[in-house]
């Protein structure tokens, strides 16, 4: 075993000690190297849209910006919008950003 893959499997193994294995494991779906997973990160959804939700509630107050109509709002179509370019969601429902 070369120093390189060592280090790699010490890296993955201290990632999964403190964000979980399932979380590392769907980062490394669509990445080579755990060098931005901390970064990117954004935690644990039930589904995008679950997500969304999260991020309107985050960044938008939309009872003040909307009225009556924020009940209207579609999180279905703005969570699969964030998923188009922005996030990527793996196979354990952990989130990411582009980074």
């Known amino acids: ?3 390189d893959d060592f280090d790699n499997i010490l890296e993955y193994s201290g990632m999964c000690d403190k964000h979980g294995q399932e979380a590392v494991d769907d980062y490394m779906e669509f990445h080579d190297e755990l060098d ?19 991020i309107v509630d985050e960044c938008y107050n939309l009872e003040s910006e909307m009225g009556d109509l ?6 279905e179509a703005f969570g699969r919008d964030l998923f188009m370019y922005g996030y990527s ?3 354990n429902n ?3 950003s582009v980074v």
């Open 36 to 54: 931005n997973f901390e970064e990117a990160y954004c935690g644990e959804w039930d589904s995008e849209e679950d997500f969304a939700r999260h």
């Open 70 to 75: 924020a009940r209207y709002f579609d999180y």
């Open 94 to 96: 952990n989130v990411f």
């Open 1 to 3: 075993m070369s120093e």
């Open 89 to 91: 969601m793996g196979a």
